[in-house]
């Protein structure tokens, strides 16, 4: 795999209001969920390419501030690809300076959209390191495509003089010349990202982003781009606490391959998946041992308590269809793939996401013996949101003997980057990472930090004292030696 680094495009000059700021964060934050290394940051692309070959990177994908990555979930059998993966796949190739979305001015000189752009570094090395290409409205030579509809078309372009009045002209100038390719974006990338950072109608935007909460059915004032982006996230951002997965999307890798101590007293999970018979079946239990399940979701408790005291551990997939008439929409909120509710769903989908499961367990025989004794063990169910008062979970927690937490991504999720700073993010994980050392130093911890970044493998309080040596910050959070995994 090449070798890329994100860079974060600032505006040049300016002192970042509280939008600003917040599209900041959000456009780091959306990396996060396929891009957990470091990211550089300046206000002029040029120094961002310089930045990003003193990192040694051969590829750099530029995002401007309000540029959101919104990866779909997308299941492994419809061969889809998504944002991360097909940016990927033009990293395999050599032949271009960049990628990205072309554009015409008026003038209809060519341009590139700075919202986002893929550079290879090491053809910008080789063409001597050209100027990007800004606005100044000087008459220089510069790419034309007449009509605009052979944008696409590089054997259609043709050089001009004419004024400077767009972004990037002299990048592909400097393509043209040396016969490189202008690569576009393919339709899966386009299709999960958005510039959010539309000036004409950032006042609505800011007022919509501090009123989510109130239901959106489209804002005249709004770009298209932010409609679509609030369409998306609302669902999220006012159903999450009636929300209900009933698969895990994280491999159970992290725990497969963990070093094994004594069986498991308890173990805390939060009410998602099979997850947390994983980590019993891996780490091994007893009779005694205890299942304590919480989530900040009343219903997602409700659905597991459904699941362990009426399933006999065979034909999953029917039985979700019990599921969804004990537990309707909308007061219940799946958690289901691209596009998929309980109305429309493909229940040969949910199968071949079922015999996936099963083979990880080793066949259905398998799992249904192992279920019976799961769940056979004494259960707890505990509403508690992580985010604002954890205290109910220490409490059992302090009591727990051999213990183990999986929190999943309970502090990287798009309801928290809506409600919470990365700030405020930042100090809500510090004190669960502190807390939960305090209350049960022995416990063994897996889940995401706030920056999506994977941590298995320790102890509470060895973790504790690995996070406070932490310096990084939200541009370069500093990874552990752990097992990553994609939450």
Same mark, same amino acid.
């Given at each position: ?82 944002? *991360? ?8 190739? =050599? ?7 072309? @554009? ?55 050089? $001009? ?30 299709? =999960?990202?958005?510039?959010? =950072? ?33 369409? #998306? ?56 041992? $205890? ?18 005291? *009426? ?27 691209? =596009? ?27 799992? $249904? ?34 213990? @183990? ?13 809506? *409600? ?44 504790? #004292? ?22």
């Amino acid at each position: 795999m090449s070798k890329l680094i994100f860079g974060l495009l600032t505006p040049d000059g300016e002192q970042l209001d509280e939008f600003q700021t917040k599209l900041r964060e959000f456009t780091i934050a959306f990396s996060r969920y396929g891009y957990r290394e470091e990211i550089v940051e300046a206000s002029d692309i040029e120094q961002l390419l310089i930045m990003a070959i003193a990192k040694n990177a051969q590829y750099c994908l530029i995002q401007s501030v309000g540029h959101v990555i919104d990866e779909q979930w997308y299941l492994p059998h419809w061969h889809r690809q998504g944002f *991360h993966q097909s940016i990927q796949k033009l990293c395999d190739y =050599n032949d271009f300076l960049i990628a990205g979305q072309l @554009y015409c001015s008026e003038n209809n000189t060519l341009g590139i959209e700075t919202s986002c752009i893929l550079i290879n570094l090491s053809q910008y090395k080789k063409l001597g390191q050209p100027s990007f290409g800004e606005i100044d409205w000087q008459p220089r030579e510069v790419l034309c495509a007449s009509p605009a509809q052979s944008m696409s078309v590089q054997t259609l372009w043709q050089k $001009k003089t004419k004024p400077c009045d767009i972004r990037g002209w002299q990048f592909l100038l400097s393509s043209y010349q040396h016969q490189l390719v202008v690569r576009a974006f393919s339709e899966d990338i386009n299709y =999960n990202r958005f510039d959010l =950072n539309v000036s004409q109608s950032n006042q609505a935007f800011a007022a919509r982003l501090r009123n989510i909460n109130t239901a959106f059915t489209g804002e005249p004032n709004l770009a298209a781009t932010q409609q679509t982006f609030l369409n #998306r996230a609302q669902k999220q951002i006012q159903s999450a606490k009636k929300g209900v997965f009933l698969l895990n999307i994280e491999s159970y890798d992290d725990v497969d391959n963990e070093v094994k101590g004594q069986p498991l007293d308890t173990v805390f999970s939060v009410a998602a998946g099979f997850k947390a018979y994983r980590i019993l079946a891996a780490h091994g239990f007893h009779a005694s041992s $205890k299942v304590v399940l919480f989530d900040y979701s009343k219903q997602a408790l409700a659905v597991r308590q459904y699941i362990v005291e *009426h399933w006999n551990g065979e034909d999953f997939t029917t039985f979700v269809k019990q599921v969804f008439q004990q537990f309707p929409e909308p007061h219940t909120f799946y958690q289901l793939w691209h =596009n998929t509710n309980t109305t429309n769903i493909d229940w040969q989908d949910l199968e071949r996401l079922w015999q996936a499961e099963l083979t990880r367990w080793g066949g259905a025989d398998n799992f $249904k013996k192992m279920w019976q004794k799961f769940s056979a063990l004494e259960h707890r169910f505990i509403h508690v949101d992580l985010l604002q008062n954890k205290q109910a979970l220490f409490d059992e927690i302090k009591i727990s003997g051999n213990s @183990y937490i999986w929190w999943s991504n309970a502090f990287f999720t798009i309801y928290s980057h809506w *409600h919470f700073s990365a700030e405020q993010r930042h100090c809500i994980y510090g004190d669960w990472v502190n807390a939960l050392a305090t209350a049960a130093g022995e416990c063994r911890v897996n889940g995401a930090d706030h920056h999506n970044c994977a941590v298995n493998g320790l102890t509470a309080l060895a973790y504790s #004292r690995l996070f406070q040596k932490q310096t990084g910050g939200e541009l370069n959070p500093q990874q552990l030696s752990c097992l990553d995994i994609q939450f």
